[in-house]
T-cell receptor
Framework: AQTVTQSQPEMSVQEAETVTLSCTYD???????LFWYKQPPSRQMILVIR??????QNATENRFSVNFQKAAKSFSLKISDSQLGDAAMYFC?????????????FGTGTRLQVTL | KAGVTQTPRYLIKTRGQQVTLSCSPI?????VSWYQQTPGQGLQFLFE???????NKGNFPGRFSGRQFSNSRSEMNVSTLELGDSALYLC??????????????FGPGTRLTVT
Protein backbone atom coordinates (compact mmCIF):
# COMPACT_ATOMS: atom_id res chain seq x y z
CA ALA A 1 0.00 0.00 0.00
CA GLN A 2 1.15 3.50 -0.74
CA THR A 3 1.95 5.81 2.13
CA VAL A 4 2.82 9.50 2.30
CA THR A 5 4.73 10.94 5.25
CA GLN A 6 5.08 14.57 6.24
CA SER A 7 7.38 14.71 9.23
CA GLN A 8 6.94 18.40 10.02
CA PRO A 9 3.59 19.06 11.74
CA GLU A 10 4.31 22.79 11.91
CA MET A 11 6.72 25.19 10.27
CA SER A 12 7.24 28.91 10.61
CA VAL A 13 8.81 31.36 8.17
CA GLN A 14 9.29 35.09 8.14
CA GLU A 15 7.73 37.13 5.39
CA ALA A 16 9.96 37.32 2.30
CA GLU A 17 12.06 34.36 3.44
CA THR A 18 12.23 30.86 1.97
CA VAL A 19 10.87 27.70 3.55
CA THR A 20 10.99 24.05 2.55
CA LEU A 21 8.33 21.52 3.47
CA SER A 22 9.30 17.84 3.42
CA CYS A 23 7.42 14.84 2.08
CA THR A 24 8.42 11.24 1.58
CA TYR A 25 6.35 8.47 0.08
CA ASP A 26 6.44 4.77 -0.39
CA UNK A 27 5.23 2.97 -3.50
CA UNK A 28 6.11 0.06 -5.73
CA UNK A 29 4.71 1.84 -8.80
CA UNK A 30 6.99 3.50 -11.32
CA UNK A 31 4.44 5.80 -12.91
CA UNK A 32 2.61 8.18 -10.62
CA UNK A 33 1.82 11.78 -9.79
CA LEU A 34 2.74 13.80 -6.74
CA PHE A 35 0.92 16.92 -5.63
CA TRP A 36 1.11 19.66 -3.07
CA TYR A 37 -2.26 21.02 -1.97
CA LYS A 38 -2.82 24.12 0.17
CA GLN A 39 -5.74 24.43 2.57
CA PRO A 40 -6.07 27.91 4.11
CA PRO A 41 -8.02 28.17 7.38
CA SER A 42 -11.71 27.56 6.73
CA ARG A 43 -11.14 27.75 3.02
CA GLN A 44 -11.06 25.48 0.05
CA MET A 45 -8.20 23.11 -0.73
CA ILE A 46 -6.35 24.23 -3.85
CA LEU A 47 -3.63 22.64 -5.92
CA VAL A 48 -0.23 24.29 -5.57
CA ILE A 49 1.93 22.17 -7.82
CA ARG A 50 2.03 18.82 -9.62
CA UNK A 51 4.92 16.53 -10.54
CA UNK A 52 4.82 13.60 -12.95
CA UNK A 53 7.16 10.81 -11.83
CA UNK A 54 8.51 10.20 -15.33
CA UNK A 55 9.69 13.80 -15.64
CA UNK A 56 13.15 14.41 -14.25
CA GLN A 57 12.74 18.17 -14.30
CA ASN A 58 11.41 19.62 -11.08
CA ALA A 59 8.08 21.43 -11.37
CA THR A 60 7.90 25.15 -10.74
CA GLU A 61 4.91 27.46 -10.32
CA ASN A 62 5.91 31.06 -9.66
CA ARG A 63 7.26 31.17 -6.07
CA PHE A 64 6.63 27.47 -5.54
CA SER A 65 9.04 24.76 -6.65
CA VAL A 66 9.67 21.15 -5.78
CA ASN A 67 12.72 19.00 -5.27
CA PHE A 68 11.72 15.58 -6.60
CA GLN A 69 14.13 12.77 -5.80
CA LYS A 70 12.56 9.64 -7.27
CA ALA A 71 15.15 7.17 -6.03
CA ALA A 72 14.90 8.52 -2.51
CA LYS A 73 11.09 8.83 -2.81
CA SER A 74 11.28 12.38 -1.61
CA PHE A 75 9.16 15.32 -2.77
CA SER A 76 9.79 18.60 -0.95
CA LEU A 77 8.10 21.95 -1.58
CA LYS A 78 10.06 25.18 -1.54
CA ILE A 79 8.23 28.46 -1.08
CA SER A 80 10.30 31.50 -1.96
CA ASP A 81 9.60 35.09 -0.92
CA SER A 82 6.96 33.91 1.55
CA GLN A 83 3.83 36.01 1.88
CA LEU A 84 1.22 36.26 4.62
CA GLY A 85 -1.27 34.61 2.27
CA ASP A 86 0.88 31.49 2.20
CA ALA A 87 -0.16 30.64 5.73
CA ALA A 88 -2.13 27.40 5.50
CA MET A 89 -2.04 23.64 5.90
CA TYR A 90 -0.01 22.03 3.15
CA PHE A 91 -0.72 18.47 2.13
CA CYS A 92 1.49 16.25 0.05
CA UNK A 93 -0.48 13.72 -2.01
CA UNK A 94 0.26 10.74 -4.24
CA UNK A 95 -1.71 9.08 -7.02
CA UNK A 96 -0.64 6.19 -9.23
CA UNK A 97 -0.96 6.72 -12.96
CA UNK A 98 -2.25 3.23 -13.58
CA UNK A 99 -5.51 1.42 -13.25
CA UNK A 100 -8.96 2.79 -13.48
CA UNK A 101 -9.24 4.91 -10.35
CA UNK A 102 -7.94 8.24 -9.15
CA UNK A 103 -7.59 7.80 -5.42
CA UNK A 104 -5.33 10.35 -3.74
CA UNK A 105 -3.28 9.31 -0.72
CA PHE A 106 -2.49 12.26 1.52
CA GLY A 107 0.13 12.96 4.12
CA THR A 108 -0.85 14.30 7.54
CA GLY A 109 -0.10 17.87 6.55
CA THR A 110 2.25 20.66 7.63
CA ARG A 111 0.85 23.82 9.14
CA LEU A 112 2.80 26.81 7.84
CA GLN A 113 2.84 30.04 9.79
CA VAL A 114 4.12 33.22 8.17
CA THR A 115 5.32 35.94 10.51
CA LEU A 116 6.12 39.59 9.91
CA LYS B 1 -16.17 28.00 -15.14
CA ALA B 2 -17.86 27.46 -11.82
CA GLY B 3 -15.92 25.40 -9.32
CA VAL B 4 -16.98 22.34 -7.38
CA THR B 5 -19.96 23.09 -5.19
CA GLN B 6 -21.10 21.20 -2.14
CA THR B 7 -24.34 21.47 -0.23
CA PRO B 8 -25.06 21.97 2.53
CA ARG B 9 -21.95 23.67 3.88
CA TYR B 10 -22.79 22.94 7.49
CA LEU B 11 -24.93 20.26 9.05
CA ILE B 12 -25.76 19.18 12.59
CA LYS B 13 -27.27 15.76 13.12
CA THR B 14 -28.03 13.47 16.02
CA ARG B 15 -26.58 10.01 16.56
CA GLY B 16 -28.58 7.37 14.76
CA GLN B 17 -29.88 9.70 12.07
CA GLN B 18 -28.86 9.55 8.44
CA VAL B 19 -27.53 12.30 6.23
CA THR B 20 -27.13 13.00 2.52
CA LEU B 21 -24.47 15.32 1.16
CA SER B 22 -24.42 16.65 -2.38
CA CYS B 23 -21.62 17.55 -4.76
CA SER B 24 -21.76 19.22 -8.16
CA PRO B 25 -18.53 18.84 -10.11
CA ILE B 26 -16.99 21.32 -12.48
CA UNK B 27 -18.86 21.34 -15.78
CA UNK B 28 -17.49 18.60 -18.03
CA UNK B 29 -15.87 16.64 -15.22
CA UNK B 30 -17.04 13.06 -15.00
CA UNK B 31 -15.10 11.81 -12.00
CA VAL B 32 -16.19 12.65 -8.47
CA SER B 33 -14.28 11.52 -5.40
CA TRP B 34 -15.20 11.89 -1.75
CA TYR B 35 -12.82 12.31 1.18
CA GLN B 36 -13.31 12.54 4.92
CA GLN B 37 -11.10 14.95 6.84
CA THR B 38 -10.74 14.71 10.62
CA PRO B 39 -8.06 16.01 12.99
CA GLY B 40 -7.24 12.49 14.12
CA GLN B 41 -7.27 10.52 10.87
CA GLY B 42 -6.44 13.26 8.39
CA LEU B 43 -7.72 13.00 4.84
CA GLN B 44 -9.11 9.61 3.97
CA PHE B 45 -10.54 8.45 0.66
CA LEU B 46 -14.15 7.31 0.75
CA PHE B 47 -15.01 6.44 -2.85
CA GLU B 48 -14.85 7.59 -6.46
CA UNK B 49 -17.52 7.62 -9.11
CA UNK B 50 -17.04 7.90 -12.84
CA UNK B 51 -19.88 7.78 -15.34
CA UNK B 52 -22.31 6.69 -12.64
CA UNK B 53 -20.11 3.72 -11.63
CA UNK B 54 -18.17 3.33 -8.42
CA UNK B 55 -14.54 2.92 -9.45
CA ASN B 56 -12.84 2.62 -6.10
CA LYS B 57 -13.82 2.41 -2.47
CA GLY B 58 -11.90 3.26 0.66
CA ASN B 59 -11.86 1.39 3.93
CA PHE B 60 -15.10 2.67 5.43
CA PRO B 61 -18.06 0.71 6.79
CA GLY B 62 -21.11 0.01 4.69
CA ARG B 63 -22.95 2.87 6.43
CA PHE B 64 -21.15 5.12 3.96
CA SER B 65 -22.54 4.94 0.46
CA GLY B 66 -22.71 7.10 -2.61
CA ARG B 67 -24.05 7.45 -6.07
CA GLN B 68 -23.57 9.52 -9.17
CA PHE B 69 -26.22 10.78 -11.53
CA SER B 70 -26.15 11.08 -15.30
CA ASN B 71 -25.25 14.78 -15.02
CA SER B 72 -22.19 13.78 -12.92
CA ARG B 73 -23.60 15.24 -9.71
CA SER B 74 -22.90 12.97 -6.79
CA GLU B 75 -24.40 12.30 -3.40
CA MET B 76 -23.01 10.49 -0.43
CA ASN B 77 -25.12 9.06 2.33
CA VAL B 78 -24.20 8.11 5.87
CA SER B 79 -26.72 6.04 7.78
CA THR B 80 -26.93 5.44 11.52
CA LEU B 81 -24.64 8.34 12.32
CA GLU B 82 -22.00 7.96 15.02
CA LEU B 83 -20.14 10.66 16.92
CA GLY B 84 -16.98 9.66 15.06
CA ASP B 85 -18.58 10.61 11.75
CA SER B 86 -18.17 14.27 12.65
CA ALA B 87 -15.82 15.56 9.99
CA LEU B 88 -15.31 17.78 6.99
CA TYR B 89 -16.45 15.89 3.91
CA LEU B 90 -14.70 16.98 0.76
CA CYS B 91 -15.71 16.33 -2.78
CA UNK B 92 -13.25 16.53 -5.66
CA UNK B 93 -13.82 16.38 -9.39
CA UNK B 94 -11.63 15.53 -12.33
CA UNK B 95 -12.26 15.37 -16.08
CA UNK B 96 -11.10 11.78 -16.33
CA UNK B 97 -10.23 8.88 -14.08
CA UNK B 98 -7.36 6.45 -13.79
CA UNK B 99 -4.28 6.48 -15.96
CA UNK B 100 -3.84 9.69 -17.91
CA UNK B 101 -5.99 11.84 -15.68
CA UNK B 102 -4.56 14.72 -13.73
CA UNK B 103 -5.29 16.66 -10.60
CA UNK B 104 -8.51 16.77 -8.70
CA UNK B 105 -10.30 20.01 -7.91
CA PHE B 106 -11.81 20.25 -4.48
CA GLY B 107 -15.03 21.78 -3.25
CA PRO B 108 -15.36 23.81 -0.04
CA GLY B 109 -16.59 20.80 1.92
CA THR B 110 -19.54 20.02 4.14
CA ARG B 111 -18.88 20.29 7.87
CA LEU B 112 -20.91 17.55 9.56
CA THR B 113 -21.33 17.61 13.32
CA VAL B 114 -22.94 14.62 15.03
CA THR B 115 -24.26 15.20 18.55
Amino acid sequence: AQTVTQSQPEMSVQEAETVTLSCTYDTSESDYYLFWYKQPPSRQMILVIRQEAYKQQNATENRFSVNFQKAAKSFSLKISDSQLGDAAMYFCAYRPNTGTASKLTFGTGTRLQVTL
Amino acid sequence: KAGVTQTPRYLIKTRGQQVTLSCSPISGHRSVSWYQQTPGQGLQFLFEYFSETQRNKGNFPGRFSGRQFSNSRSEMNVSTLELGDSALYLCASSPLTGAGSYEQYFGPGTRLTVT
